[in-house]
């Protein structure tokens, strides 16, 4: 079977396709939105569907993360096991297994809260929190222009009336994914919908409590290019950016990262030199994942560290496709190339395990615990 | 943790998202395939990388088939372990750790043949199997058009040529992967494509035979629209289509299969209504992969199973976009729905297994025992 990686090694001799961290850049990389987050003054809740790794969330929250966020009831159970928390769940809990292994984590003495965006998939929740004798913590999830979930910014205060009305339900503020920020054309344009976003979520939190719904809520936002922009985020009390830890040519396309700032990189080798133009190498989909680039301009796959005349332009299951656009360039069967993925979190998500490199030599596996923790 | 699913649940009971696999369906397919290749006179090696399951694989060889095709030389150490082959590598091995395990499996008495492009990736093989006392069976693989892997068909024979004269390496013939087919626009322009690729494949094998390279030089070729066309097929020695045991949104838009035809299907719950025309349900590309459709006309991720006027036009991480064209259509939190994904391949590379299902009640889980074996 395949040969591990082990301490001291250098990468070349990991074998190929295969998926380095680089440890002394994840550390980086923390320490820079920790900085920013207490800058802010908000507490820093990293999501952690990036690394799905205690190893690497375990260093987040030394570095001063008040707690993880997670999409997945599963994801919380990996990090709850591991001793990691408080957690917010920031995914609707919906259906009658899910509120049965709820009602396990918290027995189990778990520090949750949840992200809802209705009173149907609260009142189960409000219900399981009675029969414990609990209140549950909550967001409730406002659609500021990402159209993904999220109540309409009309009904949100309605909303939070009517989760405040449940018994068992402890609303703390309001919440939002602002993704649209990634289609910002520029850095003012993501800047505006930002500072839209944040203010939005505010005025709410403002009529909800001079309404007298709740004494005090507060302002959560996600989103690794919010980081950028401290000054727009006055007065949010939680941020859960989660790809910053990693970055990838996305977080590089948007502006948030450089590219020595992207900690994961794909280890591939040449396999094939078909023709004078194409190289085929032995990373595809299955070690990418297939996430499109989505930004105007940019296409491929990746980015080749240190080779601007090579682009991944194509990916099948096992093969990656590069385009080399230097005539004179040498490349032969067997030569090895590091690549930024478009994605790290979806890459992320095919490998049980990464190998955590420092200074070029393997420091340790680190095990993606919460890989495929789809429920 | 997560309730897995149990023998005689029905799918309803099943927690979502899951992938559920009909084994009447697996099995329909299987026979259908199996007859096409005996009727063409061909080897039927089925490509494993769809299922990547040992209990399917056995299937395929109990019906008639040949042997197993596999990408990666974990994926051959996985179904050897298992009993099953003999096993077509069909991908070029790389590197002194890959030959280390070459050597492992073939001392374990695996039946293994190659499939590679250059001498430069045979040579080392050779002086293993020498080193061995053994003849390695090789398939020179050949661009017919798709521009993957494969040498220019122009220097096919001196390559096969070559081959032939390192001591180690016995030639088998032809072979290629015709993956253009799936840009046919119509049947017609497929099944010329097919006519091309195979006509060409066996006017080298001719050639190659008359210039005294070898005895006997077969064709080979993979993918399951060319099981569409018997016609075209004449000639062919081994067939090694993959996608049809469970078939795909991909192969239903090619003609070579119908949405009944589909055996594996993600089964997920609405967990958000935010809007009048959108549901949000829990499944994302963490379930289906980001696979386009990749074909002129179609857009989305997968197909709704008995709901034409559902469109899951968008994924993201954990997240299904749900659009609703009939503005009456009653869709509420907890709704469950059924969706054929675009690439059902790329899809079970994510799960470490899924649920066999039969006549709507569970048989069995199915461990995806390959999924990740990427090197």
């Known amino acids: 079977m395949t040969d591990e990686?082990?301490?001291?090694?250098t990468l070349e001799e990991i074998d190929t396709p295969d998926v380095i961290v680089d440890l002394d850049v994840v550390e980086a990389n923390i320490r820079r939105a920790q900085a920013v987050a207490e800058g802010v003054g908000a507490r820093l809740m990293p999501h952690i569907k990036t690394?799905?790794?205690?190893?690497?969330?375990?260093?987040?929250?030394?570095?001063?993360?008040?707690?993880?966020t997670v999409a997945k009831l599963g994801e919380a159970e990996v990090f709850h096991a591991h001793g990691l928390g408080p957690i917010l769940i920031a995914y609707p809990l919906?259906?009658?297994?899910?509120?049965?292994?709820?009602?396990?984590?918290?027995?189990?003495?778990?520090q949750l809260s949840i992200a809802l965006d209705s009173v149907a998939v609260?009142?189960?929740?409000?219900?399981?929190a009675r029969s414990l004798g609990v209140r549950m913590p909550v967001w409730l999830e406002v659609d500021t222009g990402?159209?993904?979930?999220?109540?309409?910014?009309?009904?949100?205060?309605?909303?939070?009336a009517a989760l405040a009305g449940l018994e068992g339900i402890e609303v703390q503020g309001f919440?939002?994914?602002?993704?649209?920020?990634?289609?910002?054309?520029?850095?003012?344009?993501?800047?505006?919908?930002?500072?839209?976003?944040?203010?939005?979520?505010?005025?709410?939190?403002?009529?909800?409590?001079?309404?007298?719904?709740?004494?005090?809520?507060?302002v959560n936002v996600g989103g690794t290019l919010h980081l950028m922009f401290p000054d727009e985020l006055a007065g949010v009390t939680v941020l859960r950016p989660g790809t910053y830890v990693y970055n990838d040519r996305m977080v590089v396309a948007g502006g948030a990262a450089r590219i020595e700032d992207c900690a994961a990189q794909v280890l591939t080798q040449v396999v094939s030199r078909p023709s004078p133009d194409r190289a085929i190498v032995d990373a595809g989909t299955k070690t990418f994942a297939a996430d499109p680039i989505q930004r105007p301009g940019l296409t491929g796959y990746g980015t080749v560290v240190g080779h601007p005349e090579l682009e991944l332009y194509r990916l099948q299951e096992e093969h990656g496709f590069i385009r080399i656009l230097d005539p004179g360039a040498q490349l032969r069967v067997g030569d090895r190339l590091r690549i930024v993925p478009n994605h790290v979190c979806s890459m992320m998500n095919l490998h049980d395990?990464?190998?955590?490199v420092r200074q070029g030599r393997v420091e340790r596996l680190l095990p993606v615990a919460a890989r495929g923790r789809i429920r």
Chains 1, 2 share one sequence.
């Open 5 to 9: 990686p082990t301490p001291g090694m």
């Open 122 to 128: 609260a009142s189960p929740i409000a219900a399981l």
């Open 94 to 110: 919906v259906g009658a297994a899910k509120l049965s292994r709820l009602r396990t984590l918290l027995e189990a003495g778990a």
């Open 51 to 68: 690394s799905k790794s205690p190893y690497v969330a375990a260093l987040q929250l030394a570095a001063g993360a008040a707690g993880i």
């Open 146 to 160: 990402n159209h993904r979930l999220g109540v309409d910014p009309m009904e949100a205060v309605a909303t939070c």
């Open 175 to 218: 919440m939002s994914y602002g993704g649209h920020v990634n289609a910002g054309k520029d850095a003012a344009e993501r800047a505006r919908i930002v500072r839209d976003e944040v203010g939005l979520l505010r005025r709410l939190a403002g009529e909800a409590q001079a309404a007298g719904i709740a004494r005090s809520l507060g």
């Open 353 to 356: 395990r990464v190998v955590g």
